[in-house]
């Protein structure tokens, strides 16, 4: 596969590999691009901007990046690891209670939702303006960021039902449902500043959310659901 995306007549979908922002130059390189990509757009800033402001040569970026749409990938890329929700659940845990297993899950998750909150989420707007015309540039953020989580929450009940704690026919589909529980309206309320739910109705929406949950899944149900 790797070879195919080499030969590509665009090759636009080649992103740093994440060893790649260590280095001091590249990540001057992508701070200049993501404030000028932020404040101007994707076809505004021009390379030979991006490396003034970047403090390099307009040779040394091309170094690193063949256009500008593959330098706005690896920004994006750059941001989903730097600001994701990092580990939703270790497969190395090992448990016997699905349900407490699934509280801390919910907790992780909720807590990185309300992170959103507090941190300049511009470049979701440049990327859902630019995803029209530009589809690899959402096809990048999906994969490094929801996907990556929901394949989280995917293993953790693939091992559930190993256990037979749960009993869960599609994971990879109850996983997106879980998060899409606890996830709720909180997206519109931050896009249309809203006041976000208290703390103690955060609590109520992952308790309620791991009841019609586990109402589905877990063990009682298993004479409808297992396979």
């Not at 200049?32 to 402001?53: C, H, V």
């Not at 959103?116 to 440049?126: G, K, S, Y």
């Not at 530009?134 to 039902?161: C, D």
Request: proline residues 5%; aromatic residues 8%.
């Amino acid at each position: 596969m790797t070879k195919q995306r080499r030969t590509r007549a665009r090759p636009v979908a080649a992103v740093p590999a994440a060893p790649e922002t260590e280095n001091r130059k590249v990540r001057a390189i992508i701070a200049a691009a993501n404030k000028l990509f932020l404040e101007q757009g994707l076809a505004a800033p021009s390379m030979d901007l991006i490396a003034e402001t970047a403090g390099v040569s307009k040779a040394t970026i091309y170094v690193y990046f063949r256009s500008r749409e593959e330098l706005l990938l690896a920004l994006v890329e750059h941001d989903v690891r730097s600001n994701g929700p990092g580990v939703i659940w270790d497969p190395a845990t090992d448990f016997v209670d699905a349900e407490e297993e699934l509280r801390g899950i919910a907790k992780r998750l909720m807590a990185f939702f309300l992170s959103l909150r507090f941190r300049d989420r511009a470049i979701f707007r440049l990327i859902e303006e630019q995803a029209v015309s530009f589809p690899e540039i959402g096809r990048t953020f999906y994969a490094a960021g929801p996907q990556k989580t929901t394949a989280q929450v995917a293993s953790f009940l693939r091992m559930a039902n190993a256990k037979d704690l749960l009993s869960v026919p599609d994971v990879d589909l109850a996983a997106m449902q879980l998060i899409n529980l606890l996830h709720g309206d909180l997206h519109f309320r931050k896009m249309l500043s809203m006041p976000f739910p208290t703390r103690r109705e955060l609590d109520a929406r992952v308790e309620s959310g791991l009841r019609v949950f586990l109402a589905a899944y877990g063990r009682a149900s298993s004479g409808r659901h297992r396979s």
